[in-house]
C-alpha cells in the first residue's frame, strides 16, 4: 500500500506490519472464516469418499482450493443478503451459514437434506438462508441475478445479490444480458467470478479474447476488479466494496477471484488437459494454510488454536455425515408432490 | 388473494378486443397488487408491439411497465429472480418464436426450481407470448410452440380464444403460484367479445364446451376454437351437430370435459394450429385410446394439425400451412356424416 506522494517502489509498511485487508477482520471474524473454509474442505473430501465408497451416487464438482474465494466474497454480506451458486457451489452454500448436516444429507438423497433428495449437489439450496440455489446450468444464476436485484430494488429494500460464476460462464450470452441490464438498471448486484482457468478442460486463455474476466466490466460500465481468489483478507476487501457500492445505490460490480480448483472438474476427469506440476503449484497456495500461515506470523492466532478450529471442523462434518447416513429416503410416493405449488 | 372475483350479481358486461381485455387484467392487477409489474421489449412509450400494453406506462410509470433490452434469455431470467423474492412478474415475449432465445431459464430454472428445491421455493411467474400465423410475418414471427411447453412439468400453459378469457385465465396466471405461459393469438387481438368490468380469474386447467352436439366432438384452442365454431355453424346446416371445446388449458389439460363429450358422440377431431406431428393432438388421442371411452368412439380419431413445413410468407401458402375453417368443416362432415351413421 503506497502513501500518495511517494513513489510505489518505497515500501511504507514493513515486511512484518500487518496489511490493511487483514487488520479490519477482527478475531472473531477471522475464526468463523477459517472455519468455515475448514468445514467446505473436510465436507468435500467427505463427499468424495463417500462418493469413492460407492456410498453416494452422481456425480459432483468439487471446489477444494477455492474455499478463500467463497469464504471472502460472502463474508462482508449480511445475513440478509441473497447469494445465487453454481455447479461448483458447496463452497458458498457454508459459506452462507447452511448447516453442512443438511447438505451431506442432500447428497445421500435423503428426505430430510436440504431438498428433500430432489435435487443433490447440484442443485442445493437454502432460501431461508438467503441462497437462492447453486445451478447445474453455467451462467443459469446470472439472469435470476437481475431479476432478484429488480426485487430488492422495487420493494425497496437495502439487500444485496451476490452471484457466483466460473470463468467459463464468462463466455455465454447470460453473462453479458445480466452485465448489461444491471448496469441500466443500476441494480444491487455483485457479479462475482471465480476463475479457476478451466472451463472443465478449456484454457481461459484460448476461450476469451481479454486477459482478465474483470476487463469485461468495461463493456457495462461497472466497476471491473481482479484479486488473489486465494487470499481471504484481499477478497473479501474486494468484495466489501462491491458490497458497499450495491448497497447504496451505486450499482453492480464485476469481481474476478483467480484460483484455482484442485480436483477435476467432476469425476470423470482425467486432468488430461494440466500438469501435475500446474497442480502442484497451486496447492502449494493453499487458501487456507496461507492465511493460518499468515496469522501466526502476525502472532495474531497461536498455532494450537488454529488446530482446534480444523478439528472442530473436522468434528462436525464427522457427525453430519452419521446424520446423513442416518437419515429416511424419500417415499416414492411422494414424487410428484413439489411438481407444482397449490 | 388480491383480487376479488367478480360476481353475476354485480358484474357490469361490456364489448372489448382481447387486447384490450388483457390490457385491463393487467391494470386491475397491477392496481391490486403492487407486487406485480409488466416487463418487455417495447411495451413502454411504444405500447406493446401489438398494442397490448397501450397506455399502461402512462397509467402506471416506468418502473411497473419496464422497456427493456432485447435480451430474451435475462429477461426470463429476471422474471425467475423476481419471482423467486417476492414479486409478481408479467414478462411479454414480444413475438412467442423469440422464447426460443428464453429456453434455458424457462425450462431449466423456472419449471424445475420449485421441485429441485423441494418444495420449499415458488416460481409465480407469468408469460405472455404473442403467437400464431395469418400475418404475413414467416417462418420465425408466426409459430405456434405451446406444446414444447405442455411438455414440460412445473409449468403452466394456456391458450385463451375470447377476451373474456384472455382477461380471465391472465388474472388467474398472475395469482399462481406457478410459472404460466399464456399464449395470445396475434389474429385475436382485435376480435371483440363481452368482458365483465370487475376482475375475474377463469380457471386454469378448465376447458369450457363452448357448442353442444350430439353427433362428433370438436376439441380445439385458441383461434381454431373461432374455426370450429364456424364450421359447426355449416355442419348443423347439413343436419350434423358438433360439440366444440375449447381447450383454454393444455397443461394442465382438462381431459374430463373431452372423455365426458367422447363418450356422447363417439367421434373426436382434434384441431390445433402447432405442428401435427407430435403435437397436442397426438396427446389427446393417446389419453382417449388409453381410457375407457376408447370404446364409446364409432370411427377413428381425426387430427388436423399444422403442415410439416415452416409457416410460409405467401399468404396462400400461409392459409394452407394451418387448419382453416373448411378443413375443419370437411373433416367433421367425413367422419359424422349420413354415409358413416
Known sequence: MATPGLSPSVPTIAATDERPELAVLDAATLRAALMRMHLIRKFEETAEA???RGLIHGTMHLSIGQEASAVGAILPLRPDDYILSTHRGHGHCIAKGADPALMLAEFFGKENG?????????????????????NGIVAGGLPIAVGVGMSIKMQKQDRVCMVFFGDGATNEGAFHEALNMASIWKLPVVFVCENNKYGMSMDIAFAMAVPHVADRASAYAMPGVAVDGNDLPAVAAAARVAIDRARTGGGPSLLECKTYRWRGHSKSDRNLYRTKDEIETWRKRDPIRLLEAELTELGRFEA?????????????????????????DPDPSQLTRDVYAD | MPIELATAATTEVRELSYAEAIREGLAQAMEADPRVFLFGED???????????????KRFGPERV?????SELGLAGAAVGAALTGMRPVLEIQFSDFITLAME???????????????????????????????GAAGQHSQSLEAWFAHVPGLKVVQPSTPHDAKGLLLAAIDDPNPVLIFEHK???????????????????QAIVRRQGRDVTIVAASIMTLRALAAAERLAQ??????????????PIDFATIAASVAKTGRLVIVYEGVKTMGIGAEIAAMVAENEVFHALKAPIVRLGGADSPIPYNPVLEKATVPQEDDIFKAARRLAGPEQS
Open chain 1, 50 to 52: 463417500s462418493y469413492m
Open chain 1, 114 to 134: 436440504y431438498c428433500r433428495g430432489r435435487g443433490g449437489s447440484m442443485h442445493i439450496a437454502d432460501v431461508e438462508g438467503g441462497n437462492l440455489g447453486a
Open chain 1, 304 to 328: 494450537t488454536e488454529l488446530a482446534a478450529i480444523e478439528k472442530a471442523a473436522i468434528s462436525e462434518i464427522e457427525s453430519a455425515l452419521e446424520f446423513a447416513k442416518a437419515s429416511p
Open chain 2, 43 to 57: 411495451v413502454g412509450v411504444y405500447g406493446g408491439a401489438f398494442g397490448v400494453s397501450g397506455d399502461l406506462h
Open chain 2, 66 to 70: 419496464i422497456d427493456t433490452p432485447i
Open chain 2, 105 to 135: 431459464q424457462i425450462v431449466n430454472q423456472a419449471a424445475k426450481i420449485r421441485f429441485m428445491f423441494g418444495g420449499k421455493a415458488s416460481v409465480p411467474m407469468v408469460v405472455r407470448l404473442p403467437a400464431g400465423s395469418g400475418t
Open chain 2, 187 to 205: 389474429l385475436l387481438y382485435k376480435t371483440k367479445g363481452h368482458v365483465p368490468t370487475a376482475p375475474y380469474r377463469v380457471p386454469i386447467g
Open chain 2, 238 to 251: 347439413e343436419g350434423i351437430e358438433a360439440e366444440v371445446i375449447d381447450l383454454r388449458s393444455l397443461r
